[in-house]
């Protein structure tokens, strides 16, 4: 399974981007975003299912994630942004059981992450 995540790039405080992430399979039950920021660990940002979405606290209002089946791409789309969201974002995808949702231990796939900078 390949995951291709792109979009990143560089924006100022207040601004917006969006990221996209094409899976060469289709079929599993959560697709999600992580990220993270330089000297932390991999954190969870949202999560989308058949059924709903899942997201962080901090990213809550400001960031929403889609899933175009057709096209089999996922998406995160970034309002608001903040320095703190400055981080590499990685797609995933996997089958994990609901408890799972937001761990990295529930995906098995990754993409290969792309750089979100966020400036002050």
């Known amino acids: 399974v390949q995951l291709q995540a792109s979009g990143g790039g560089l924006v100022q405080a207040g601004g917006s981007l969006r990221l996209s992430c094409a899976a060469s399979e289709r079929g599993f039950r959560s697709y999600a975003w992580f990220r993270q920021a330089p000297g932390k660990e991999r954190e969870f940002v949202a999560a989308?299912?058949?059924?709903?979405?899942y997201y962080t606290d901090s990213v809550k209002g400001r960031f929403t994630i889609s899933r175009d089946n057709a096209k089999n791409t996922l998406y995160l789309e970034m309002i608001s942004l903040k320095p703190e969201d400055t981080a590499v974002y990685y797609c995933a995808a996997g089958d994990p059981i609901i408890s799972y949702i937001s761990t990295k231990e529930g995906y098995k796939h990754w993409g290969q992450g792309t750089l979100v900078t966020v400036s002050s």
């Open positions: 989308i299912t058949r059924s709903r979405s």
